[in-house]
């Protein structure tokens, strides 16, 4: 299975600031996804990242509020914009294809705290 | 619409006690089902999955899990729990685009 790592592990941040993560693989895949799990809850896919193009958004999430980037095949970043305490969550990316063949991997996780 | 469902919470088993964490699901075509497991701060692990065939599959760290189309049910099971098991649990299936629904998860506790 592919390696994943992800920056940073955790953070804490103020009010109305953005925290740009980064979710590096050691392989080429196909698919790169973000999830958010909110405190106590399960994940929700947030975006599937496509590479070379605008990454695709659940129902409830926006580009504006959550801008991603995935340059190549084997990274990818997720801005949470303009932070507020709600967004206080575990931010995880996870990839299939490539290396992973039909199985999602996940990355270790950022912590996100919101002042 | 799909959807899964893990009914137990909280469980908590004695050490060494066999375990089994239930898990539901609703899709109307053929599942690709997987079950991972998350340590306190840590990400996902994914312990074992369904795709077809064998209908009992074997995973990592003595966990096994058992497809029941019948039932729509894809349940954990492992026969001695050890302390380290000690996690969330979450079960999920896969839909034909490719996205992961998740249940709310199962938290396992062991006692010694």
């Known amino acids: 299975s592919a390696v994943i790592s992800q920056k940073p592990s955790r953070d804490i941040c103020q009010r109305g600031t953005s925290l740009t993560i980064q979710c590096q693989v050691d392989s080429q895949v196909t698919m790169m996804f973000w999830y958010r799990q909110q405190p106590g809850q399960s994940l929700t896919l947030i975006a599937t990242?496509?590479?070379?193009?605008?990454?695709?958004?659940e129902s409830g999430f926006v580009i504006d509020k959550f801008p991603i980037s995935r340059p190549n095949l084997t990274f990818s970043t997720l801005t949470v914009s303009n932070m507020s305490p709600e967004d206080s969550s575990i931010y995880l990316c996870?990839?299939?294809?490539?290396?992973?063949?039909?199985?999602?991997?996940f990355g270790p996780g950022t912590r996100l705290t919101v002042l | 619409a799909q959807s899964v469902t893990q009914p137990d919470i909280h469980i908590t088993v004695s050490e060494g006690a066999s375990l089994e964490l239930r898990c539901n699901y609703s899709y109307g075509a053929t599942p690709y089902l997987f079950w991972y497991v998350q340590s306190p701060g840590q990400g996902l692990q994914l312990l074992l999955k369904y795709f077809s065939g064998d209908t009992l599959v074997q995973g990592i760290k003595g966990f096994e899990a058992e497809f029941k189309r019948s039932q729509s049910s894809f349940n954990l099971r492992k026969p001695s729990v050890h302390w380290s098991d000690a996690a969330e649990y979450f079960c999920?299936?896969?839909?034909?685009?490719?996205?992961?629904?998740f249940g709310q998860g199962t938290e396992l506790s062991v006692k010694p």
């Open positions: 996870s990839v299939e294809g490539g290396g992973s063949g039909d199985t999602q991997y």
């Open positions: 990242a496509n590479q070379g193009s605008e990454a695709t958004y």
């Open positions: 999920a299936v896969e839909n034909q685009g490719g996205k992961l629904i």
